[in-house]
């Protein structure tokens, strides 16, 4: 029987290299849905639409590209630079579940309650 004593070192990067960011306000409808297909992590890494994921809400890309094309900063925080994320949750809080149900008129609760 043969018995293999050997180390080996793999070398690794001192520091993570920074995440690839992109400005939404310079992005049109056909670009989102490109982004979609092409790079998931970037498109739910935009703040709005992983919030609408969690709710379950349909997805206007239309009303995300004009709140993001007239809010603008003349800060260095630009609240159009989106950094593509590694790893999201795709899971509803249980906080937030409530919050949004409190916050349902009758009728729309009763209509979420004939849904669920």
Request: proline share 7%; net charge negative; hydrophobic share 30%.
């Amino acid at each position: 029987m043969t018995t293999l004593n050997q180390t080996i070192q793999v070398p690794m990067p001192a520091t993570k290299p920074p995440a690839p960011k992109i400005d939404i306000s310079k992005l049109n409808e056909i670009e989102l849905r490109t982004l979609r297909q092409n790079d998931p992590f970037m498109y739910h890494s935009i703040p709005s639409i992983h919030t609408a994921q969690l709710h379950l809400r349909d997805i206007d890309h239309s009303q995300l590209l004009a709140s993001s094309s007239s809010s603008s900063s003349s800060s260095n925080d630009n609240p159009n630079m989106v950094s593509r994320k590694t790893i999201f949750s795709t899971e509803c809080d249980m906080h937030t579940l409530i919050e949004e149900l409190l916050n349902l008129g009758e009728e729309e609760f009763e209509a979420y309650a004939r849904e669920s």
